[in-house]
Nanobody, 121 residues
Framework: QVQLQESGPGLVKPSQTLSLTCTVS??????????WGWIRQPPGKGLEWMGA???????LYSPPLKSRTSISRDTSKNQFSLQLSSVTPEDTAVYYC?????????????WGQGTQVTVSS
């Protein structure tokens, strides 16, 4: 089965860049028609889709976050990463990586357990 696990710092200072990595096992991030992406959940709020990268390397981002968001991958490690620049306390959230059936398709079939990231000085 496919397993995803987030990793990265749990505390980021305002104006810095939030960087997280998702390690995938049980499936390749370069095969099939799947997309691999990031969703976050601020405290007391709903899930917010951030963006994803397809198995072909094409990326898609949420328009409100596009200017600050970059999703990349390391195919040799079967990992993909999230960088969110110029963070503020409003970026405090639990961040999840996931797999979906295709880029922009929705329907998230596998999720990581999530990792808490707090933006604070």
């Amino acid at each position: 089965q496919v397993q995803l696990q987030e990793s990265g710092p749990g505390l980021v200072k305002p104006s810095q860049t939030l960087s997280l990595t998702c390690t995938v096992s049980g499936g390749s991030i370069t095969t099939g028609s799947y997309a691999w992406g990031w969703i976050r959940q601020p405290p007391g709020k709903g899930l917010e889709w951030m963006g994803a990268i397809g198995s072909d390397g094409i990326t898609l981002y949420s328009p409100p976050l596009k200017s600050r968001t970059s999703i990349s991958r390391d195919t040799s490690k079967n990992q993909f990463s999230l960088q969110l620049s110029s963070v503020t306390p409003e970026d405090t959230a639990v961040y999840y990586c996931y797999r979906e059936a295709g880029l922009g398709y929705g329907g998230y079939d596998y999720w990581g357990q999530g990792t808490q990231v707090t933006v604070s000085s």
